[in-house]
């Protein structure tokens, strides 16, 4: 469970994601925020700093500033404006990965950025990428994480498996995925946390009761579109 809110029970924090708005703000400004946060946070927990780009090259910038201020790991989502093949999607992110050495998340959102980051793509890093650690699947489909648990990390058993959307959670940790990275954690991380400890203490009942809090909760996404301050 990743959050922004440093008195709750999550296990990391992320930083500059999509509800971070990081495409919104300039190199400079993402690198001050980047800098500060880490500092704020100031190794209590792991911190994962968004370092995507459309420029390979900005990607790289990005990604070297937030290792060298002590970020844990980088999240980085796939170019979302032109179209890629899969061989132009991989040549990005292995151009990061040999550039860099921090651990990388990859991050899937083809709803916002069009285009999916296919199973054998997926496969292809983490056979060839070290520290390409795992992936962030925001995907409203269950069976794109579950062909990732099965095809990717069973290849790779450490591999990190993170749903994006909140109600993913428990079906993520059925399918022997690692958790959840929710927008909800920050102002609310107590429910998908609990979820997350529910599961682990194999407390059904309670799971059951957060998981309902948890589909009133998910109505907020479609209050406001975007739901972030963005303008």
């Known amino acids: 469970m990743y959050s922004t809110k440093p008195e709750s029970a999550v296990n990391g924090f992320l930083f500059l994601g999509s509800a971070g708005e990081f495409a919104n703000f300039s190199q400079e400004q993402r690198k001050a925020i980047a800098e500060f946060c880490v500092a ?3 190794g209590r927990k792991p911190v994962i700093i968004g370092t995507a780009s459309c420029s390979t090259t900005e990607a790289i910038a990005l990604t070297q500033h937030a290792s060298d201020i002590g970020a844990d790991a980088v999240m980085i989502v796939n170019p ?6 899969d061989e132009r999607l991989y040549n990005h992110y292995k151009s990061i990965a040999d550039a860099v050495a921090i651990p990388q998340l990859l991050y899937n959102f083809p709803a916002l950025t069009g285009q999916n980051l296919s199973v054998e793509l997926i496969g292809r890093l983490a056979d060839n990428c070290a520290n390409i650690v795992g992936i962030k699947d925001t995907v409203d489909c269950i069976s794109h994480i579950r ?4 095809e990717v990390k069973g290849r790779h058993p450490n591999f990190l498996v993170f749903c994006g959307f909140d109600e993913y959670a428990l079906d993520t940790l059925l399918l022997g995925g690692d958790g959840v990275i929710p927008a909800t954690s920050n102002f609310a991380p107590e429910i998908t946390c609990g979820i997350y400890q529910a599961f682990l203490d194999k407390d059904m009942v309670a799971v059951q009761a957060l998981l309902r809090r948890l589909a009133v909760l998910s109505k907020i ?3 406001e579109v975007p739901f972030t301050g963005l303008i």
């Open 221 to 223: 996404y479609t209050l």
């Open 80 to 85: 979302y404006y032109a179209l890629m093949s």
């Open 40 to 42: 704020k946070v100031n």
């Open 147 to 150: 062909q990732v648990i099965t």
